[in-house]
């Protein structure tokens, strides 16, 4: 083996390992996004608690690919598709810790309604949509190991979905708020976990956006579909007593 053979082995080496902890990070971000949403469905503060240690982990592999992407670009000083591999790993990492901080606020949430009763049809609303954003982390981190823009292109587009449930989730939790003061502390807790799924669902967008990046070179022409419409949400009326 030449020099020159010896220079694109060793940086194919280190592009993969870069890969394998981008491939790590998302495995840890889904487990922690899972298993907040189950320990806030069951009230289950061991599972919250084991959930918020987790987050460590994430925060970790981030300081790893930062410092090895920094040292690639230094040595190795690539250009197009090459350079375009790094800083999407780099923009990745950085979305996956956010990811891994909106799984821990969730598993917060979970230990602060153990000893609320839940309405059975909230929880559901809030594990459908949970179920949806984590579906989404996983498409879009399967697009970005095929190098995938049309798979990523699908999770961009479906984002706005996540949105309309977090939508009418806000306003079904108001209404329960407006009807019985006693239902406002659950009912905070729940919106706020509500409010973290759905930024989620935003992270996995930007997800999406930066593997159409990496393999085509250009942005999404599109304009980023958006649903969120809770800012401008009437507060419900409050029902009187029959």
């Known amino acids: 083996m ?23 990070m998302g495995g840890l971000a889904e487990q922690v996004l899972g298993q907040s949403i189950d320990a ?14 987790l987050d460590e982990s994430i925060d970790l592999l981030e300081k790893e690919i930062e410092e090895q992407a920094v040292t690639m670009i230094a040595r190795r000083q690539p250009l197009a598709y090459d350079l375009r591999q790094i ?5 990745i990492s950085s979305d996956l810790e956010r990811i891994g901080d909106l799984g821990k606020n969730i598993a917060k949430r979970a230990l602060a309604v153990v000893e609320e009763q839940q309405p059975k049809q909230l929880m559901l609303g809030l594990r459908h949509m949970g179920d949806l954003a984590l579906e989404q982390l996983k498409e879009v981190l399967d697009a970005f190991v095929e190098r995938d823009a049309d798979r990523a292109l699908k999770v961009w587009y479906k984002d706005e979905d996540i949105d309309s449930m977090y939508n009418s989730l806000f306003r079904e939790l108001l209404t329960y708020m407006m009807e019985d003061p006693r ?16 930024r989620v669902g935003d992270h996995a967008t930007n997800i999406a956006e930066t593997v159409y990046f990496l393999v085509h070179g250009t942005p999404i022409s599109d304009e980023r579909p958006k649903g969120d419409k809770t800012s401008s949400t009437p507060l419900p009326l409050q029902r009187s007593a029959s």
């Not at 020099?3 to 902890?21: D, M």
């Not at 800083?87 to 923009?91: C, H, I, K, W």
């Open 40 to 53: 806030l469905q069951a009230r289950d503060p061991e599972l919250a608690g084991d959930t918020i240690q």
């Open 2 to 24: 030449d020099e020159h053979e010896h220079i694109v082995s060793s940086y194919e080496e280190e592009l993969s390992t870069l890969n394998n902890k981008i491939a790590k």
């Open 87 to 91: 800083m999407a790993a780099l923009r």
């Open 183 to 198: 239902n406002i502390g659950l009912c905070t807790h729940l919106l706020f976990g509500a409010k973290n799924i759905e």
